[in-house]
C-alpha cells in the first residue's frame, strides 16, 4: 500500500525534476586539466549541446523509473535500493542540466511527457514482482551503459568536461546493473529487451532536436 507521504514525496520529485531543481550531492566531475569551452568550434558546440541534452533527458526518465519502482517495492530493502540509485540519477540529472548551461544550450522541450512515460513504465515493471522490477533495472542501465559509451566516441575530444561527466555517469550506471543483478533481478525476455532498446531509439533521435 502506498502511503499519501509516498506520494507527495514522488510528486515533489517529479517537480523538482521537470523544473531544473535538481541538486547533485557530489562534485560535478571535471576534467583534470582547465577545460575552455571557447575552444570549441560552433559544430562541435551543437554537437555535445545536443549528445548532453539526449543524456538529461536519460536522467529524467531514470528520475521517473526509479520513483515509480520505489514506490511499488514489495521489501523495505528493495525500496531503499531503488531511492539510493535514484540520489545517484540525481546527481547525473544536476551535472547534464548545468554542463547544457555551460555549453549555452537548453533541455528538451518533451521532458514532461519523457517523465510521465518512464514513470508509467516505472509502475507497471514494479507491479510485476522485485525480481522482475530488479531485471528491468538491469536491463535499462546495460543499455544505458552502451549508450554512454557511444557518446564517449562521439564528443568532442576537446570538449573535455562533458566527457568527464559522461564517463562518471558510465561507471554508475554499471554499477546500478550489477547492484540489481546481485540482488536478484531476472533475465529479461528476448522480446522485452527489443522493445526497450526501440524505445529508447526514439527517445534518442527525439531528444536530439526537441
Not at 507521504?5 to 562534485?27: F, H, K, M, N, V
Not at 514489495?74 to 542540466?97: C, F
Request: hydrophobic letters at 45%.
Amino acid at each position: 500500500m502506498i502511503s499519501g507521504d509516498e506520494l507527495i514525496a514522488s510528486a515533489d520529485l517529479a517537480l523538482r525534476t521537470l523544473r531544473r531543481g535538481a541538486r547533485a550531492g557530489r562534485p560535478m566531475p571535471r576534467a583534470g586539466t582547465p577545460a575552455d569551452d571557447g575552444a570549441l568550434s560552433a559544430d562541435e558546440r551543437r554537437l555535445s549541446g545536443a549528445l548532453m541534452r539526449v543524456n538529461h533527458v536519460g536522467e529524467v526518465c531514470a528520475q521517473a523509473l526509479y520513483a515509480a519502482q520505489a514506490l511499488t517495492a514489495r521489501t523495505p530493502e528493495l525500496r531503499a535500493q531503488m531511492v539510493a540509485a535514484g540520489r545517484e540519477e540525481t546527481d547525473h540529472l544536476a551535472w547534464t542540466e548545468r554542463r547544457l548551461d555551460e555549453l549555452g544550450d537548453r533541455t528538451s522541450l518533451l521532458n514532461p511527457l519523457w517523465y510521465a512515460g518512464a514513470f508509467a513504465i516505472g509502475l507497471a515493471a514494479g507491479r510485476a514482482g522485485d525480481r522482475i522490477s530488479l531485471g528491468f533495472v538491469v536491463e535499462t542501465e546495460r543499455q544505458v551503459e552502451a549508450h554512454l559509451a557511444s557518446h564517449l566516441e562521439r564528443l568532442p575530444q576537446a570538449d573535455a568536461d562533458s566527457r568527464a561527466v559522461v564517463a562518471q555517469m558510465k561507471d554508475d550506471e554499471a554499477r546500478h546493473a550489477d547492484e540489481a543483478l546481485a540482488a536478484g533481478g531476472a533475465a529479461m525476455p528476448a522480446p522485452v529487451r527489443w522493445l526497450m532498446r526501440s524505445a529508447a531509439r526514439v527517445m534518442t533521435r527525439t531528444a536530439h532536436v526537441f
